[in-house]
């Protein structure tokens, strides 16, 4: 058994932990804050709720398997996100990624050609990614982290020419290749996704996953970042908070 230090006590901190102490190393994590939550977190003023940063994420890929593996996936309630599109030409809260392109064709009837052209290219991107809803491999150990490689190997090695050649791609030459730099739909594509100018591929998942995989917590992040921290402490876990770590001395590498 080791003893380990983490240093702040946000999301990824306390499920780290969790996950260490379950399996009995002595845990200790050093929060400069006074509460949990880091970035993933949210305060109340005027009997007003608001979120400080993330407001919803990617569930699907890694945070419900580590939710149940820590052991607390009943206490957290993760609910679908809808989101509303508003523009000057429409203001909708399609349902699915077929609703979001109806929603599309009807406020630009001229356009129907060029978005015919994206939504194909994007349908093909979406194809190569296949099987990314699915618990990622570096979650497991053993057989069954055997088993989920092997399980995405056929599609990766299927899918490798449009995977690098959108991987090497910024997401506004991708939308450039259909739109006019500037144009309304231009704007609308390049302004979608994770940050600015990310690599084209990612633009598929963005837009798709908005319909599917895109989740907040019911009664908010920072009932989530409470939860992870109180099970850290039943399991023995150390929390100190109003803890900032100043240096950290190694010795030995350790
Ligand atoms: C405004 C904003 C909006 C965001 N929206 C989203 C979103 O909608 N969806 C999404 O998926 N992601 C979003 N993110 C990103 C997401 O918040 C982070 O990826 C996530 O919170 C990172 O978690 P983490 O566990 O790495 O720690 P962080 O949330 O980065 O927290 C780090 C923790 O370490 C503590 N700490 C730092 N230094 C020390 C020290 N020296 N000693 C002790 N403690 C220390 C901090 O106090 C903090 O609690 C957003 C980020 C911001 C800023």
Request: proline share 4%; with cysteine; hydrophobic share 40%.
């Amino acid at each position: 058994m080791k003893k380990v230090v983490i240093i702040g006590s946000s999301i990824g901190g306390p499920a780290t932990g969790n996950l260490l102490a379950k399996k009995g190393h002595t845990v200790t994590i050093f929060e400069s804050h006074r509460t949990p939550g880091g970035y993933t977190a949210g305060f109340c003023r005027s009997g007003f709720y608001f979120e400080s940063g993330t407001f919803g994420l990617e569930a699907l890929a890694s945070v419900f398997k580590v939710m149940k593996d820590i052991g607390v996936a009943d206490q957290i309630e993760f609910v679908q996100h809808k989101t509303r599109w508003v523009t000057e030409d429409f203001d909708d809260s399609p349902d699915s990624y077929a609703e979001f392109k109806e929603m599309l064709y009807s406020a630009y009837p001229g356009e129907k050609q060029r978005l015919a052209g994206f939504f194909a290219e994007i349908d093909k991107i979406t194809a190569a990614m296949d099987g990314m809803d699915k618990p990622m491999p570096y979650l497991y150990r053993g057989i069954p982290y055997l088993m989920a490689i092997l399980s995405y190997l056929p599609g990766a090695l299927k899918n490798a020419g449009i995977t690098k050649k959108y991987w090497n791609m910024t997401s506004s030459e991708f939308v450039g290749m259909f739109f006019e730099k500037g144009d309304k739909l231009y704007r609308l594509f390049a302004g979608t996704g994770y940050y600015p100018d990310m690599p084209a591929f990612l633009i598929a998942g963005a837009l798709v996953g908005v319909f599917h995989d895109h989740w907040t917590v019911k009664g908010g992040m920072q009932s989530w970042a409470d939860v992870l921290a109180d099970n850290f402490q039943k399991l023995g876990g150390k929390l100190l908070l109003d803890s900032r770590v100043e240096r950290i001395i190694t010795i030995r590498r350790r």
